[in-house]
């Protein structure tokens, strides 16, 4: 049997053997996965549901490398999306090396990602949405879990709008949001105006007397059925995200209004309830199991591509991954308003494959075009490849950190375990737009202040049990807060405030003492307020007075009590 | 359990005022005087057998609040009991504890059928994360009780 070292090898004697002919691979991998075949589907039923979540504003295609630690804890140990690398192939018996091992898993990424090209760009998105419709008329829904509208520098420029256009284009049916909200209470209200589709965000209340504030529930008619969506709003979107930005609203999970909802959409008339979700697949795998009458639930949030659906009991959760990465098509067959068969599809978007769309090509190429010039500006090259999404530090937030270090004078450096943000491979140059796409949040202010080593404690212990709390009501926030200057060891399976250990200040190999106050850099402070010249602008000068990047994997993180499928090796 | 506020349509917060003008007593506890780093779940015990004697089932109290506060400062709380409220079977107190503040007691809410419905809401001070205890006294004299974890994080980092 091959064992993965030895895959490694071949892998790298397969690259060599290619390498100088990059552009035949590439060519190889145009031929052997055509449009067809990523359309390829036996339908099913009478609706398909298509959906897609965590685009981040990315119109364009991308690399993004799947996380190589994504550790379950409690009741969601071992199970998707707690896979990662070889763990996922074996799970769902992908082979290394093919496309699905690219598009779905971390597992020898810097050399694939070479072979198949780059994934989304929502032009081909377009083409296949409408080749779907086209092949069920009438029987096809398009939803989006959120986070639509924040993650790139046009949609930061352009506070939303180019999404809220480009997403009107592909003919969204419903939406609901969680970063979308951070452009403020005002423009929130601007941009759901212009959508020509409902937002539905059923969870969100007004914080002086409790109303609803958004539609919550929408009943389309497709296939001779009558559809319920129900949309289901980021819970944590204050906390996680600053609350000052939205003052007016209040979120929450509202179990009891979920079923509430789903009762009055059956009681209405409905055969299929569909929750729309931002709650991310922990979170949707319990609701799942405390509430009745949802058909399926929508995932998001969490960015987890899984190739299957995964069933609660009579639930069917669909995970569609991030960035455009992906389509889910979802074929369901009902009889007397119960689902009695499914058929299910995780499509990665091949951009060398799919033939853009012409008329969303224009109209990305329109939004971009007044900012080509800022976009394209080369600041640096990284030797190595610089990628974020993981539970710990990626070599992206490494170099943020970095730059906080030596920009700011700090001694430790602390950046937000956001799950966007694409990967940029060994070679290729740092443009602006790739820094942006790390970085484009509407409170970017670095902070620089001085923190006890007690203080710093405590706040590595709260991150990580909203991380690694067992019951994932109370994970409200993204991945472990990265660091810079700083090592430790964490112990996942231990309660809150006995998780970190080992502390160490890299600069002097000391201890971090509890008494002690540390100069520390930080960004994404929730807090009104924060002062600091904007992180983008931090990062930037770093990297183009450094010219060349070279992050090789640090090993700051030593993790124990972790279910080991959820931790790989990879490429 | 439900985080929902609105647990019970039929009472709006304007309901709630009406009737706390018209019958519920509220009795707010923390005084000011020097307070102690935090509760522990032993000071709430001994508060609550202050306020009634005997030892609590849990049950019939359903205590409605976020897993994870928005703001500490002002969380929401809705507690409802299972009962009729008729003369022959009410609630006759709810005592609220808390074991993260300075003090454990937060509040005596006495209720009597003239109420219709045991339910109380209103908001309250965590200063970290802890867990929220009630007691239910009926007037047969049986105590119930429920707990809830109330998370109070830093935030950020949100995804």
């Given at each position: ?209 409790g ?41 929450g999970i509202h179990e009891r209004h979920?079923q509430d ?29 405390r509430v ?179 019951d994932?009501y109370y ?97 | 359990m439900s985080n929902d506020p609105r647990v019970l349509p039929a009472m709006t917060r304007r309901d709630l005022v009406l009737a706390a003008g018209g019958g519920v007593l509220a009795t707010l506890v923390a005084g000011l005087f020097p307070l102690p780093a935090s509760a522990d779940p032993n000071d709430v015990k001994k508060w609550l057998s202050t306020v009634a004697s005997g030892t609590p089932t849990p049950g019939k109290i359903t205590i409605g609040a976020p897993d994870i506060a928005?703001?500490g400062n002002v969380v929401p709380i809705t507690l409802s009991v299972d009962s009729p409220m008729t003369e022959q079977s009410y609630v006759k107190s709810i005592a609220i504890a808390a074991d993260g503040n300075p003090l454990p007691g937060v509040a005596i809410v006495d209720l009597s059928p003239a109420n219709g419905k045991a339910e109380v809401q209103f908001r309250m001070r965590l200063a970290k994360t802890q867990t929220v205890t009630a007691v239910a006294l009926m007037n047969d004299n049986s105590l119930w009780s429920a707990a809830k974890t109330i998370k109070v ?7």
């Amino acid at each position: 049997m091959l064992s993965r070292r030895d895959f490694l090898q071949v892998a790298a004697a397969a690259t060599v053997l290619t390498g100088a002919s990059g552009s035949f691979a590439r060519a190889a991998a145009r031929q052997t996965i055509t449009q067809r075949d990523l359309l390829r589907f036996d339908a099913l039923g009478q609706v398909t549901l298509l959906h897609f979540g965590d685009i981040h504003a990315h119109l364009m295609p991308l690399d993004y490398r799947e996380p190589s630690i994504n550790i379950g804890v409690g009741p969601d140990a071992g199970l998707p999306p707690h896979l990662t690398g070889e763990h996922v192939l074996r799970a769902f018996k992908i082979a290394p090396g093919s496309p699905e091992a690219y598009a779905f898993t971390c597992a020898d990424f810097s050399s694939l990602a070479r072979s198949y090209g780059r994934l989304g760009g929502l032009d081909r998105i377009a083409t296949l949405v409408k080749a779907i419709r086209a092949e069920r008329p009438g029987k096809t829904l398009l939803l989006d879990s959120g986070d639509t509208w924040q993650g790139t520098y046009t949609s930061l420029q352009e506070r939303g709008a180019d999404m809220v256009r480009a997403m009107n284009a592909l003919g969204v049916d419903a939406m609901t949001a969680h970063w979308d909200f951070t452009y403020g209470t005002d423009r929130v209200k601007e941009l759901v105006g212009k959508l020509e589709f409902p937002f539905l965000c059923g969870n969100v209340q007004d914080t002086t007397w409790g109303n609803w504030a958004f539609d919550g529930t929408k009943i389309f008619e497709r296939g001779g059925l009558r559809v319920a969506v129900i949309g289901q709003a980021f819970p944590y979107t204050p906390i996680a995200n600053p609350a000052w930005l939205i003052p007016e609203w209040t979120f929450g999970i509202h179990e009891r209004h979920v079923q509430d909802q789903a009762d009055k959409a059956r009681a209405s008339g409905a055969d299929l309830v569909v929750l729309l979700s931002h709650d991310g697949f922990d979170v949707d795998r319990k609701l799942a199991a405390r509430v009745t009458g949802v058909d399926v639930i929508l995932t998001g949030h969490t960015h987890d591509a899984i190739p299957q659906a995964v069933a609660v009991g009579k639930t069917l959760l669909i995970a569609s991954g991030s960035h455009g990465k992906f389509l889910s098509r979802l074929d369901l067959e009902v009889r007397e308003r119960h689902v009695v068969d499914y058929r299910f599809r995780l499509i990665p978007v091949f951009s060398d494959a799919v033939e853009p769309d012409p008329a969303m090509q224009a109209l990305i190429a329109e939004i971009r075009r007044p900012y080509q010039a800022e976009l394209d500006r080369v600041l640096g090259r990284t030797d190595t490849m610089l990628y974020r999404r993981g539970n710990f530090n990626g070599t992206f937030d490494d170099l943020i950190c970095d730059a906080l270090l030596a920009e700011r004078d700090a001694e430790i450096a602390l950046s937000p375990g956001f799950r966007w943000g694409p990967t940029l491979l060994a070679g290729q140059e740092i443009r602006l737009e790739d820094l942006y796409a790390q970085t484009a949040i509407t409170y970017p202010a670095a902070y620089r202040q001085t923190m006890t080593g007690a203080a710093l404690k405590a706040a590595m212990e709260d991150i990580a049990d909203n991380l690694f709390n067992p019951d994932p009501y109370y994970q409200q926030g993204g991945d472990m807060v990265r660091v810079g200057g700083l090592s430790y060891a964490i112990d996942v399976s231990k309660p809150m405030g006995q998780r970190i250990s080992e502390m160490t200040l890299l600069r002097n190999g000391q201890p971090i003492d509890p008494s002690k106050s540390y100069m520390v850099a930080g960004w994404a402070s929730v807090k009104q307020g924060t002062q600091g010249p904007p992180i983008f602008d931090v990062v930037r000068s770093y990297v183009e007075r450094q010219k060349i990047v070279k992050i090789p994997p640090r090993q700051l993180v030593r993790v124990t009590g972790a279910d080991p499928r959820g931790i790989a090796a990879c490429g | 359990m439900s985080n929902d506020p609105r647990v019970l349509p039929a009472m709006t917060r304007r309901d709630l005022v009406l009737a706390a003008g018209g019958g519920v007593l509220a009795t707010l506890v923390a005084g000011l005087f020097p307070l102690p780093a935090s509760a522990d779940p032993n000071d709430v015990k001994k508060w609550l057998s202050t306020v009634a004697s005997g030892t609590p089932t849990p049950g019939k109290i359903t205590i409605g609040a976020p897993d994870i506060a928005e703001n500490g400062n002002v969380v929401p709380i809705t507690l409802s009991v299972d009962s009729p409220m008729t003369e022959q079977s009410y609630v006759k107190s709810i005592a609220i504890a808390a074991d993260g503040n300075p003090l454990p007691g937060v509040a005596i809410v006495d209720l009597s059928p003239a109420n219709g419905k045991a339910e109380v809401q209103f908001r309250m001070r965590l200063a970290k994360t802890q867990t929220v205890t009630a007691v239910a006294l009926m007037n047969d004299n049986s105590l119930w009780s429920a707990a809830k974890t109330i998370k109070v994080t830093i935030g950020g980092c949100g995804g």
